[in-house]
């Protein structure tokens, strides 16, 4: 049985007096234990929104979640909300993309990380600290003893982020939501951070969703990829396959936008045309279609179909990037 | 950010440890010399990673006071506090005389056109009434300071509280509670202070208290419902939801001492303009009735406006009192608030 399994889950931002948007589009996922997925597409895809709604942490005005995130068993979106506080920290621990603004700025770091611990593990302060020692240490925090008297801004952003796994990590949760955790840092730290995260998720077994638009990110960690276009799931593969054959003209031209060692030298970088703003309504058609090089008169009419594909994915698309012309 | 107060204490072992190691090498047997400087070596580095240990972090508010001493209009302001404070607290050491005590030598000279000027033991000379007008000075202080402060601290309690519930729920209850406060705000401070004392039944010197902390309530209520509502929405909110924390702890411990620096600076600036107020209500005879009781605006108000033409320095001693101690809050404010706002942050 799935760790995690998200069904048909939609968000729809409705305002008074404006058309309502849908950010999240029946997007369906699981999550296996011990298992790394992720959720990869550019800005305003719907990556952080199927997160936070996923946690429970999308404001109670002006939006509409529905479908179901099934967790060990418990549809989390109709949890109490008080139970659903009981389980986030313990059960789902998530790590954002700013380090720096997502730690409380007047408050020891140490004491951050025990605060989690004394919540949802009942220590009192005293063990807590011992412990949030220990798990500074774990992530690679040198000096921890010292570190956890400082403040946020006295440390280095890879340290920060550092301090934000090790509190996502106290109470040992099954499941570890990271939204764009490599973000905010410079390349060299970004690959520390991977790194940490792998080698935390081997041994703990936690499993892990990843929120990136970073394909370098997705090929090093991921066991399968979600790609999202518009809120919806375009394309779902397992790790090798999607970056050897990408079918949709999406994921393939995501993957050739990349910047390769090989390439000759001079030639220029493959882009995508237009912009995420240049999508159509998924009832009209396909969102990507005005900008994909495949595009065919099916694409204008209604949504295509979530297909499986013979290599055990799912695809989206009437005109698939055939697997001849994958990625040299 | 390099720490100039580490930078000497760093250079000058340096400099003793190279000039002994040279000693030694001269006069000592080579060996040992060399064992020596091993030594020393060891020893320094041991000092020097003491150092870099030692400097450890910097609190917010131990870096904001950093920044603090370095402003020269805050340094004044401060200076000024500081001498206030101080005289306040020993008015009774440093005042030469009993405030309410009735001198024959300043009375006898009393008539309608004439107080009695400065003397060698009465330096400000006498008040209307025959008394030691230095060391009325010198008590009105006391009173000055126990108003303005206790005036700022219900206020800012209260402010607080209602700012707090305000912008931690959020909803019909910040909206009820912001609509009361701009009924409050709606109308000019001194005119509602005024209207808060007349309605007491006598007015005390605790009236007036009361009438200058609810004046400043919306200010604070204001100031902190905003930054509250601005904290709710950061990110390190929402990551402490993502753990779970309870809601208590969010808005306590996460919100409110993020939403505090505003407030605490609005606070030092309002101590002066609570001065100003408790004065101006004294001065228009709304204050303490008891006349035995020494206090600058009453000073000024009473004392100094009937007798202007015989003695103005009645008038312009309070007067100027006053305007030092305001300006003096007024710049330790501000200072404040340039070192504690992130945005002037060099």
């Known amino acids: 049985m799935s760790l995690l399994d998200v069904r048909d889950l939609s968000v729809v931002f409705q305002r008074r007096g404006e058309r309502p948007f849908t950010a999240v589009d029946k997007v369906s996922f699981s999550v296996e234990p011990g298992q790394t997925v992720g959720l990869v597409g550019e800005s305003g895809c719907g990556k952080s929104v199927t997160s936070l709604a996923i946690m429970g942490l999308l404001p109670r005005r002006g939006n509409k979640v529905t479908g179901e995130v099934n967790f060990d068993g418990a549809d989390l979106l109709k949890l109490r909300p008080d139970d659903m506080r009981d389980r986030r920290g313990r059960d789902i621990g998530m790590i954002f993309q700013d380090p720096l603004s997502s730690l409380n700025p007047v408050v020891p770091i140490g004491v951050q990380v025990a605060e989690v611990l004394e919540r949802h593990r009942g220590m009192d302060r005293k063990v807590a600290m011992k412990e949030a020692r220990e798990l500074l240490d774990a992530v690679g925090i040198p000096d921890p003893m010292r570190r956890l008297k400082e403040y946020p801004h006295q440390i280095s952003g890879g340290m920060r982020q550092r301090a934000l796994i090790a509190i996502a990590l106290a109470c040992k949760p099954r499941l570890l939501i990271a939204d764009e955790p490599t973000t905010a840092l410079d390349v060299t730290i970004q690959a520390q951070i991977l790194t940490l995260l792998k080698q935390l998720v081997d041994e703990t077994g936690t499993a892990l969703i990843m929120i990136t638009h970073d394909l370098g990110v997705v090929a090093g960690l991921c066991d399968t990829v979600n790609v999202l276009y518009g809120g919806k799931v375009v394309e779902r593969a397992e790790r090798h396959e999607l970056f050897a054959r990408p079918r949709h003209p999406y994921t393939h031209g995501l993957l050739n936008s990349v910047p390769r060692l090989d390439s000759p030298r001079g030639e220029r970088l493959h882009a995508i045309r237009g912009s995420v703003a240049d999508n159509i309504p998924w009832v009209e058609g396909c969102a990507f279609a005005p900008r994909c090089d495949n595009v065919v008169d099916a694409c204008l009419e209604g949504t295509p179909p979530l297909e499986p594909t013979a290599t055990g994915g799912d695809l989206r698309c009437n005109n698939p990037v055939s697997e001849e012309v994958a990625v040299p | 950010m390099s720490d100039p107060i580490t930078r000497p204490t760093v250079g000058t072992p340096r400099e003793s440890v190279d000039s002994s190691a040279v000693e030694e090498k001269r006069e000592g047997t080579l060996p040992r010399g060399i064992d020596r400087l091993g030594e020393r070596k060891r020893a320094r580095l041991e000092q020097l990673a003491q150092a870099t240990a030692d400097k450890g972090g910097v609190s917010l508010l131990r870096d904001a006071f950093r920044r603090l001493r370095r402003n020269p209009t805050a340094i004044v302001g401060a200076s000024i506090v500081a001498l206030f404070v101080l005289v306040a607290i020993f008015a009774p050491l440093l005042a030469p005389h009993d405030p309410a005590q009735r001198f024959d030598e300043l009375t006898k000279n009393l008539t309608v056109d004439s107080i009695p000027g400065a003397s060698s033991e009465f330096p400000f000379g006498s008040d209307p009434l025959g008394r030691d007008f230095l060391s009325r000075m010198i008590h009105g202080s006391r009173q000055t300071l126990f108003v303005g402060v206790l005036a700022t601290l219900i206020g800012l309690a209260l402010g607080v509280l209602i700012g707090a519930i305000a912008g931690a729920f959020g909803g019909w209850v910040d909206n009820i509670l912001m609509r009361v406060t701009d009924v409050m705000l709606a109308l000019p401070a001194l005119l509602l202070a005024i209207s808060l004392v007349a309605m007491a039944s006598r007015s005390s010197q605790w009236t007036v208290i009361l009438a200058v902390a609810i004046v400043n309530v919306p200010i604070f209520a204001r ?45 030092t600036l309002t101590l002066s303009t609570a001065i100003l107020e408790a004065a101006s209500l004294s001065f228009l005879g709304l204050g303490d009735p008891d006349i035995n009781r020494a206090e600058w605006g009453l000073m000024l108000g009473v004392d100094g406006q009937r007798y202007f033409e015989v003695r103005p320095e009645l008038a312009y001693y309070p007067a100027i009192a006053i305007i030092v101690v305001a300006l003096g809050f007024t710049l330790l404010g501000e200072g404040m608030r340039e070192a504690i706002d992130p945005k002037s942050r060099r």
């Open chain 2, 223 to 267: 100031l902190l419902r905003g930054s509250m509502l601005a904290q709710r929405e950061s990110d390190h909110v929402l990551a402490a939801r993502a753990l779970g924390v309870k809601q208590g702890s969010i808005v306590l411990r996460h919100m409110l001492p993020n939403a505090m620096t505003a407030v605490i600076v609005q606070a």
